[in-house]
C-alpha cells in the first residue's frame, strides 16, 4: 500500500513538472512567433523606406545626369562662340586653326597685329594670298590683282571681256573666266562680287539707256557666265553697276577712258564660313 502511495505521489509531480515545462515552451513559442511578427513588420517597414530612397536617389541620379547634359551643352555653345572686340565672333576650335596658319605669316605683320581682329584678318589675307599664287593669274596691262587686308581686287580690261558698246561677254574671255573660277571655287567660304566700270562718254541705245544700265549688264551677263558656264555658286556671288563714278584716272585721253572701263572682281571670305572651314580640316 505505501509503494503505490509514492508511485502515485511521484507520477503527480512528474506529471506537473511536464506541465510546466510545455506551458513555459508554449509561452516561450508564442514570443518568438511575436518576435518574428515584429521582425516582418520592420522588415517590411525598412523595405518600403528603401524603396523611397532608392525612388530619392534615381531622381537625383536623372537630376545629375540632366545637368552634366546642360553642362555639356553649353560648354559646346562656349566653344562654338566667342565675342571678340568690335563685335566679330570666333569659336575656339577656330582660333587655335588661326594660330597655327599665324605661324606662317611674315614676323613684321605679325607684330603689329594688336587685337584678336587683326590676327584674324592677318590668318584671312594669308589664305587668300596663298589661294591666288597657287593660281596662275598673271598681272599685265589688262589685269591687275590687289590684295588688301582680307579682299583681294581683280580689275580686267573690257577690251578682255566685251565689244566696244556691248554687254556680252566674248568668247576672248573664257581663259581669263576659268582662272577666276578656278580661284572662286577652291575655297568655299569665299563670296564674290562683280562690278561693271564705265568711262564718262553718254550711251543711248535701244537696250541702254546708260551707263549706269551698262555697267550693270556688264557685271551680270560675267556672274551669269561663271554660273552658268563655270560652275561657280549663284548664291556668293554679287552683280553690281558702278558706271562712271569711280574712275581711276581722268577722262581726257582716250587711254585713260580706256583704263576706267573695266571690270572688277571683289573676292572677300565670308568670316564664318571661312573659320567652320579652318576647323574642319
Known amino acids: 500500500m505505501r509503494k503505490i502511495s509514492i508511485l502515485l505521489v511521484a507520477t503527480l509531480v512528474f506529471s506537473c513538472v511536464s506541465k510546466k515545462k510545455y506551458v513555459a515552451l508554449q509561452q516561450e513559442n508564442g514570443e518568438i512567433k511575436s518576435e518574428l511578427t515584429k521582425t516582418r513588420v520592420e522588415k517590411e517597414d525598412l523595405e518600403n523606406k528603401f524603396a523611397v530612397i532608392q525612388a530619392r536617389v534615381d531622381e537625383y541620379n536623372s537630376k545629375i545626369m540632366s545637368l552634366k547634359e546642360d553642362v555639356g551643352t553649353l560648354t559646346e555653345e562656349n566653344n562654338s562662340k566667342l565675342d571678340v572686340d568690335n563685335g566679330a565672333v570666333i569659336s575656339n576650335d577656330a582660333k587655335a586653326s588661326m594660330r597655327e596658319t599665324l605661324k606662317h605669316v611674315d614676323a613684321n605683320k605679325l607684330s603689329q597685329a594688336k587685337t584678336l581682329k587683326d590676327s584674324m584678318n592677318l590668318a584671312v589675307a594669308y589664305n587668300l594670298e596663298k589661294t591666288m599664287t597657287s593660281s596662275d593669274i598673271n598681272e599685265d596691262e589688262d589685269i591687275s590683282v590687289n590684295i588688301n587686308e582680307t579682299v583681294v581686287m581683280i580689275s580686267i580690261s573690257d577690251k578682255m571681256l566685251f565689244n566696244s558698246g556691248s554687254y556680252r561677254v566674248s568668247s576672248k574671255a573664257n581663259a581669263i573666266l576659268q582662272k577666276l573660277a578656278d580661284v ?12 561693271g566700270h564705265t568711262d564718262s562718254r553718254s550711251i543711248n541705245t535701244e537696250k541702254i539707256a546708260d551707263n549706269w544700265d551698262l555697267s550693270v549688264l556688264r557685271a551680270t551677263s560675267v556672274v551669269r557666265k561663271l554660273q552658268n558656264q563655270y560652275n561657280v555658286a549663284p548664291e556668293k556671288m554679287i552683280a553690281a553697276g558702278r558706271s562712271s563714278y569711280q574712275p581711276l584716272t581722268d577722262n581726257k585721253t582716250a587711254a585713260n577712258r580706256a583704263r576706267n572701263r573695266r571690270t572688277r572682281i571683289v573676292i572677300l571670305p565670308n568670316i564664318d564660313k571661312f ?4 576647323t574642319s580640316k
Open 184 to 195: 572662286i571655287n577652291s575655297e568655299p567660304s569665299l563670296e564674290v562680287m562683280v562690278e
Open 275 to 278: 573659320f567652320a572651314l579652318m
